[in-house]
């Protein structure tokens, strides 16, 4: 997490790279295309479109060495929605730090957004959100967790048994190719969090490289055996010094929304997973 700092607007901030920028364009160009669709939900009598974000931050930012200040990526959601004339019906957002959460919350109310605050941990949130969405509706679900110990499983299985569901998936590569040695030694890692049960499955006999891509490969599998499959477009967002940081990429279970996603991602960005 970025430190708060004093913000724009009188409520604090957090400070990000350039790269934010990148990673907040792109959610806003798949909610920008997929607006037709969503408009089918919108209305009385129907199931409705919701916006979920478990990890919410404070919802604005300033980037580093700019100096500038943006929208946190549920603040952008929410005005790209209300852009292409397809508003989210309901905005649901958690994140763990709860003064964070607050700012987020009080800066959607002051957006005219309808927003519900979730609590807890990202698991418990996912749980509560699921509780709340409507089984009929289509639900979008942006997990962009701090580091890749952060994103649990559950949260993926949480949502799995929803008709109509899209996430879009935050994948931090930096810890999966920093801490590999780590997470092997160790009794619990990151990889645990990630990809429970993957020691059982993956050849620890072998270099890092293909130590990386298992797992990654058993995660896969994992999410598929949920009923949703990964996309095979991932956009890669880099650092300042061009450092490969985490990839976006969409599960979901309809082919359209895979479509919208190979759209909506730079393809510039598109490299080898590892």
């Not at 916006?51 to 604005?60: A, H, I, K």
């Not at 949480?158 to 879009?168: K, Q, T």
């Not at 619990?188 to 429970?196: C, E, L, T, V």
Request: net charge positive; aromatic share 10%; proline share 3%.
């Amino acid at each position: 997490m970025g430190e708060l700092v004093e913000g724009d607007d009188g409520f604090q901030v957090e400070e990000v790279g350039r790269w934010a920028k990148d990673k907040i364009a792109s959610l806003c160009r798949y909610i920008e295309i997929s607006r037709a669709v969503r408009k089918k939900w919108l209305g009385p009598g129907k199931g409705g479109a919701a916006y979920v974000e478990l990890f919410c931050g404070p919802g604005r930012s300033k980037v580093r060495r700019t100096n500038e200040y943006i929208d946190g990526s549920c603040v952008a959601a929410w005005k790209a929605s209300l852009a292409s004339r397809a508003p989210f019906s309901t905005i649901y957002v958690g994140d763990a730090d709860e003064h964070r959460r607050s700012l987020a919350v009080e800066r959607l109310k002051r957006a005219g957004a309808p927003v519900v605050e979730l609590g807890g941990t990202a698991v418990q949130a996912a749980r509560e959100a699921r509780s709340l969405l409507s089984v009929s509706g289509l639900n979008f679900v942006f997990v962009d967790p701090y580091n890749l110990g952060a994103f649990e499983f559950e949260v993926m299985a949480a949502f799995a048994g929803l008709r109509y569901i899209d996430m879009l998936v935050h994948i931090s590569k930096m810890d999966l190719q920093r801490n590999t040695g780590m997470n092997i030694k160790a009794q619990q890692s990151a990889f645990d969090s990630f990809a429970p049960g993957w020691r059982s499955a993956v050849n620890l006999n072998q270099r890092h490289p293909a130590i990386r891509r298992e797992v990654f490969e058993y995660w896969r599998r994992k999410v598929a055996e949920l009923g949703i499959s990964t996309s095979a477009d991932m956009q890669l967002i880099t650092g300042e010094g061009g450092q490969h940081l985490y990839w976006l990429t969409l599960v979901a279970k309809h082919d359209l929304a895979h479509k919208f996603w190979k759209t909506a991602s730079n393809s510039s960005g598109q490299r080898s997973f590892l």
